[in-house]
T-cell receptor, first 113, second 113 residues
Framework: QQQVKQSPQSLIVQKGGISIINCAYE??????FPWYQQFPGKGPALLIA?????SEKKEGRFTISFNKSAKQFSLHIMDSQPGDSATYFC????????????FGSGTQLTVLP | DTGVSQNPRHKITKRGQNVTFRCDPI?????LYWYRQTLGQGPEFLTY????????KSRLLSDRFSAERPKGSFSTLEIQRTEQGDSAMYLC???????????FGSGTRLTVV
């Protein structure tokens, strides 16, 4: 019940295309869903996050769509750029757990020029 | 530098040796987290401090692992009698209490040979 399942494992997109990464969870006690971006040799960096009382959040080219009934959420990267090539992780925070995050297994995104 | 600093960046040690890593969080952050990330996986929670108090520990944190945060500033993570399975990236993160997002450092990559 603590798991967050992420797909796909890898994704190749042409420059200007839309990248879509999906995550699913079981535990309805999760109350915060961030996405992190990680470049090789670096720690994950917070990209965008959403609470379950909101169905969509947009920041620039990045959008989270959240489906509470399906217990799924996804990251959409519009107008994908080669500089977006990185590993993306979804995560979920258990309510009351002082921000202990459970991460998905990651998606390696490659944006071709 | 206002980021989370981790030292050393890389550590190679022989099986059975003890190792210690250091994390310097963002100065005004009172929460500090340790995560472990193995190749191709998302980070896994190890432990969490609020100020100098260690408030949560994962079952992943065996008796060979110990973490401290004296005076609520920097933190150290020690692994005794290292095993090859300890080879991973050890990530530190910090945040303000009540804040949803936290900032990761670049990690310490441990290789046990």
């Amino acid at each position: 019940q603590q798991q967050v399942k992420q797909s796909p494992q890898s994704l190749i997109v042409q420059k200007g295309g839309i990248s879509i990464i999906n995550c699913a969870y079981e535990n309805t006690a999760f109350d915060y869903f961030p996405w992190y971006q990680q470049f090789p040799g670096k720690g994950p960096a917070l990209l965008i996050a959403i609470r379950p009382d909101v169905s969509e959040k947009k920041e620039g080219r990045f959008t989270i769509s959240f489906n509470k009934s399906a217990k799924q959420f996804s990251l959409h990267i519009m107008d994908s750029q080669p500089g977006d090539s990185a590993t993306y992780f979804c995560a979920a925070n258990l309510s009351g757990s002082a921000r202990q995050l459970t991460f998905g297994s990651g998606t390696q995104l490659t944006v071709l020029p | 530098d206002t980021g989370v600093s981790q030292n050393p960046r890389h550590k190679i040690t022989k099986r059975g040796q003890n190792v210690t890593f250091r994390c310097d969080p963002i100065s005004e952050h009172n929460r500090l987290y340790w995560y472990r990330q193995t190749l191709g996986q998302g980070p896994e929670f190890l432990t969490y401090f609020q100020n100098e108090a260690q408030l949560e520990k994962s079952r992943l944190l065996s008796d060979r692992f110990s973490a401290e945060r004296p005076k609520g500033s920097f933190s150290t993570l020690e692994i005794q009698r290292t095993e090859q399975g300890d080879s991973a990236m050890y990530l530190c993160a910090s945040s303000l209490a009540g804040s949803f997002g936290y900032t990761f450092g670049s990690g310490t990559r441990l290789t046990v040979v």
